[in-house]
């Protein structure tokens, strides 16, 4: 029994080691988007203010 319980503990680290390795990217993402959300919010009040720039679509 102590084999398997030793067995069943560096699983459940092993897999609390994946899930902390996994965990951090997702969470950064959400800041990226809202920062170009940000942007392009920038870049739609500009024009707003300054009119349609030349060239652009």
Avoid at 12 to 21: D, G, N, Q, R
Avoid at 37 to 57: E, Y
Wanted: net charge positive; glycine share 8%; charged share 10%.
């Amino acid at each position: 029994m102590r084999d398997g319980r030793a067995t069943l503990h560096a699983a459940s680290c092993a897999a609390a080691a994946i899930f902390v390795v996994v965990a951090p990217p997702p969470a950064g993402l959400p800041l990226r988007r809202v920062s170009s959300d940000v942007v392009t919010a920038g870049l739609i009040s500009s024009r707003v203010w300054f009119g349609p720039v030349p060239g652009s679509p």
